[in-house]
């Protein structure tokens, strides 16, 4: 099969597709033929290497000391399960379905074999594998952020970074669960967003966020670019402040998924996709998503219905 082989950590230009061997089904586990995948803000830091000189050393220790021991890359993706494993009960062949690959990853290859009990869910009936695929890593990662910040109906709550993968998500799904929606991003986001359900859209650049004179229930970093030092007197009293970086790390539920799933085809979220980008060529995706100016996610075409 055709996969994305992550060589080494740097450069986009060490991803390269490659012929490797396909994958095989133990028990308990089930292989999909993966028709659509995403490279998100999580894959580029992996290949990347992207974290401080000392939490190199601890990445490296838990992924591989010169590349990836999991080389082909992709936390998330679509396509349709082909052979099921030996005690495997809650899918079938043929079920089309989402999923989170965890740490073991593998999306960016034809097929991928993952265990029953992963982040996985029939893909919303609606949506084309590519929406389905940009829809796991953002929305389960915001719907997490949301929830351990308590938000409630009737919440004023701001979210900064609204344009990207998480952002595009939590503007929908806080707008969802009855908040009212600030969003920060750059204005050339603005319909996008808008169109997302936000209140009212701040431009990070004209606006001095440090002078509003608005208090909010919950301060959300989807991007983690923010310290709540710079943001605390935003707060309204018993305000919280949550960021994707330095709060833990979000949680995996099928639960998630088949709330992502039912929102999609009830209208209530949108798959927010910026470019899509053949297999052959993840490497300009992962160029791309480096700029740091995507709007929303980028797609990944792997098995072409």
Known sequence: MKAAICTGYGSPDLVKVMEVPKPTVKKGEL????????????DARVRGLVASPILRIGLRLALGIKKPRK????????????????????????DQIFAMTGMRFGGHGQYAVLSEKSAMALKPKSALYEEAAVLPFGGTTALHFLRKAGLQDGNQVMIYGASGAVGTSAVQLANVLGAEVTA??????????????????????????SKLDVRYDIIFDAVG???????????KPNGRFISVAGYGVASEKKVDLQLLAQLFDEGKLKAVIDRSFPLEEIASAYRYVDQGVKTGNVAIRINHV
Do not use: P, T, W
Not at 31 to 42: F, L, R, T, Y
Not at 73 to 93: H, R, S, W
Not at 225 to 235: D, G, M, P, S, Y
């Open 225 to 235: 670019k923010i310290k709540k030092n710079e943001v605390k007197h935003l707060l």
């Open 31 to 42: 292989m999909i033929k993966v028709m659509a995948s995403a490279v998100n803000s999580g």
């Open 71 to 94: 080389a082909i890359l992709g936390v998330a993706l679509a396509g349709e399960i082909v052979e099921i494993g030996e005690g495997v009960n809650q899918f079938k062949v043929g």
């Open 184 to 209: 920060v991003c750059s204005d050339r986001h603005n319909a996008v967003v808008s169109e997302l359900g936000a209140n009212e859209i701040l431009d990070y650049r004209r606006v001095d966020i």
